[in-house]
């Protein structure tokens, strides 16, 4: 899983406290990441 920042979608005046995240995965590859996640961010 990887973050994409918001501003690669804007020419300018964009949001910049978002990121896009891909969820084109098996759903055992993203239960993964969401635990890698979570453990990373204490979540």
Request: net charge neutral.
């Amino acid at each position: 899983m990887t973050a994409v920042p918001v501003s690669a979608f804007y020419l300018e005046g964009g949001p910049t406290h978002f990121v896009r995240f891909c969820f084109a995965k098996r759903e055992a590859v993203l239960d993964e990441a969401i635990a890698r996640m979570e453990k990373s961010f204490g979540l």
